[in-house]
């Protein structure tokens, strides 16, 4: 994802360079094709063909990968009950916090920054849109807001995010935990 990040950004700058502005419709066959008709001298028209190339090349690969993860996803039990909730699709309910339990009492480990960095981005990620949709978790995350600031309610959204996986979003909201 990042190295297509980076090629989007490089075809973005030759775009803007030569005049052309179209955002996101830069990305769809379209924009491409508008990008491939632009006039550049040898070195640069060279380096659209590279990267344009490298493009179609990630994105195909991005496509495999994200079915073989969808896949695994549907397989696994906890994670269809987790890409219930908002913000939650399948690499992030694959990545679920480990879980630390013994008899009636049930402990999570923590989103820290001393853990996995990928985990980490990923149930932010999933904390910032989940918050969006979810008006319960928008009011714990302005609470967190105003008591904590901006990074530790992200977290704080991400872990609560997390530790949803007993049940999927219907019964949970039902439940109003």
């Known amino acids: 994802m990042r190295i297509r990040t980076r ?19 830069l990305w769809s066959y379209d924009g491409q094709a508008k990008i491939a ?3 550049l001298l040898p070195h640069a028209s060279y380096r659209r063909s590279a990267l ?11 496509e495999k990968l994200t079915q073989q993860v969808a896949e ?5 039990s906890g994670a269809r009950r987790l890409m219930t909730h908002p913000g939650v699709g399948p690499v992030t309910a ?5 879980e630390y339990s013994s008899g009636e009492r049930q402990r999570f480990g923590g989103v820290t ?51 949803r996986d007993e049940t999927d979003y ?8």
């Open 37 to 39: 008709f632009l006039p």
């Open 52 to 62: 344009q190339a490298l493009y179609r090349k990630m994105e195909e690969e991005i």
């Open 113 to 163: 920054k001393q853990g996995s960095p990928l985990l980490r981005f990923l149930w932010c990620e999933a904390g910032a849109h989940a918050v969006r949709r979810d008006p319960e978790l928008q009011r714990f995350y302005r609470r967190k807001l105003i008591q904590k600031g901006l990074g530790k309610a992200r977290v704080a959204v991400a872990r609560k995010l997390g530790i």
């Open 7 to 25: 090629i989007q950004n490089a075809l973005q700058a030759i775009a803007l360079a030569n005049g052309l502005r179209r955002g996101p419709g």
């Open 72 to 76: 695994q996803a549907e397989q696994r």
């Open 94 to 98: 694959l990545a679920i916090p480990r």
């Open 170 to 177: 219907q019964a949970f909201c039902r439940r109003g935990l």
